[in-house]
């Protein structure tokens, strides 16, 4: 299996900073990489694909970056809705792993 | 845009089988866009692939629960399912069923999600 290692597990910003979160896949995973959002109580939503397209209707704050085996998202402007966790997770070969998560928490 | 619902069992006891059902709208299950998962994430644990269902009726599972994991389509009822035997304690947690997109490779549209428990 594919391991995906985040970091941090944690991160602790304010309001209009820039965010980034990394993703270490234990092989070459090409592009196939994504990234989700998650909020208590809620599922997982997709925020980008195939490592840096933009899924329709997130906002344009929302990057993300990388090929191989190392990858990142970046929200260049933290807004309070960002709050939350987020997960990277690779489609290129079953099983279809994710990362631990990486908890964004208020400064 | 898709709508996904589950439902099924929310307490199985050890040994038994647990069954859940994910109902779709906003296309057919036999579409071909798509393939049909099932996610899971255990207490104190990430979240977990668990298989999917493509619209000829085959399944790719995870090799970890493939001895005991079944995916099926129910075209007339555009819906799609999942049956896990012989379950233990760490089968427990909250089953989501989703939408693997043949286009993104990502998983785009999710249900609610369904609380499992294994106890007796």
């Known amino acids: 299996d594919i391991q995906m290692t985040q970091s941090p597990p944690t991160l602790y910003a304010s309001v209009g900073n820039r965010v980034t979160i990394t993703c270490r896949a234990s092989?070459?995973?090409?592009?196939?990489l994504n990234w989700y959002q998650r909020k208590p109580g809620k599922a997982p939503k997709l925020l980008i694909y195939a490592a840096s397209t933009l899924q329709s209707g997130v906002p344009s704050r929302f990057s993300g970056s990388g090929s191989g085996r190392d990858f990142s998202l970046t929200i260049t402007s933290l807004r309070p809705e960002d709050f939350a966790t987020y997960y990277c997770q690779q489609s290129h070969s079953v099983p279809y792993t994710f990362g631990q998560g990486t908890n964004v928490e208020m400064k | 845009q898709l709508q996904l619902l589950e439902s099924g069992s929310g307490l199985v006891r050890p040994s038994q089988t647990l069954s859940l059902t994910c109902a779709v709208s906003g296309d057919s299950v036999g579409s071909g866009s798509y393939s049909w998962s099932w996610i899971r994430q255990s207490p104190g644990t990430g979240l977990e692939w668990i298989g999917n269902v493509f619209d000829s009726g085959a399944g790719r599972y995870s090799p970890s629960l493939k001895s005991r994991l079944t995916m099926s389509l129910d075209r007339s009822r555009n819906q799609f399912s999942l049956t896990l035997t012989s379950v233990t304690a760490a089968d427990t947690g909250i089953y989501y069923c989703?939408?693997?997109?043949?286009?993104?490779?990502?998983?785009?549209?999710w249900g609610q999600g369904m609380r499992v428990t294994v106890s007796s």
């Open positions: 989703a939408s693997f997109s043949e286009y993104s490779y990502g998983f785009d549209y």
């Open positions: 092989q070459s995973i090409s592009s196939f």
